[in-house]
């Protein structure tokens, strides 16, 4: 198996280094091209304004000096002549990608950039909470998440979302296949400053948001203690709202 290996935290985050160390367990044809600096929040994002350089850092080991995106899209384009990757992982994220973060976060979208192009993708994501546990989840349980998806024939265009909670890998409670959250979005946390020269300036910040944990979704599973299993799709229709919506523009 052919894995190639992508991230939003940049070549050189610690958790890219766990998701090497878990890739290489499954296969010894693993490649890797990543951000050469962070994007967390990047998003599904092309960069179309500035060259895009490539870097060679060893044996099938490049970095982008661009976005998540760019960094799959790259890879495929100009890594892979005779045949490309059987699998795409994109990980391990520094903090969650639950609920309605996946429409933010840069490693999901690195997932489904692969997607697009019709290779199998998982993302994975450690959530931290300053539990002092690190990656441990996540070196513990990523075996036994991606072995059964190894197997699995995924529909097309879609992304195994995964989410480790912020345990030790013994006190983890199992896998749970659930679907994604939504969050209580509130006004959002924004510092102002003025820079050196007098001009004002704007910082978003993070802070706790309110999760709604309806039952079966993967804020409530991590929240109990489990792994999150999610697929998602690149189709956004929302096919409840054609027929009403057609009926508008008909009368």
Request: negative net charge; hydrophobic residues 40%.
């Amino acid at each position: 198996m052919r894995i190639l290996l992508t991230n939003d935290d940049g070549i050189n985050a610690p958790g890219f280094e766990v998701l090497e160390a878990i890739a290489r367990k499954l296969s010894d044809d693993v490649w890797v091209c990543a951000p050469a600096e962070e994007n967390s929040g990047a998003g599904h994002s092309l960069t179309l304004h500035l060259p895009v350089r490539l870097r060679e850092h060893g044996k099938q080991r490049y970095s982008v000096t661009g976005t998540p995106t760019d960094s799959v899209n790259l890879a495929l384009r100009k890594l892979f002549p005779d045949r490309p990757p059987d699998l795409v992982i994109s990980g391990v994220n520094n903090g969650e990608n639950l609920a309605d973060d996946v429409t933010y976060s840069g490693t999901i979208s690195a997932a489904m950039e692969a997607a697009l192009a019709g290779i199998p993708a998982v993302a994975l994501s450690q959530v931290m909470r300053d539990a002092g546990h690190g990656f441990a989840a996540a070196e513990g349980w990523a075996q036994k998440v991606l072995a059964p998806l190894l197997d699995l024939q995924m529909a097309k265009r879609t992304v195994i979302n995964v989410n480790f909670p912020a345990l030790a890998a013994a006190d983890v409670k199992g896998i749970r296949v659930v679907r994604q959250g939504f969050h209580d979005y509130a006004r959002g946390l924004l510092l102002e400053g003025t820079d050196p020269r007098g001009r004002p300036y704007y910082w978003f910040g993070l802070e706790d948001i309110e999760h709604t944990l309806d039952h079966g979704t993967d804020l409530e599973a991590v929240s109990e203690g489990y792994v999150s299993v999610t697929p998602l799709h690149v189709d956004l229709t929302h096919y409840a709202s054609l027929g009403s919506l057609a009926e508008s523009y008909a009368a």
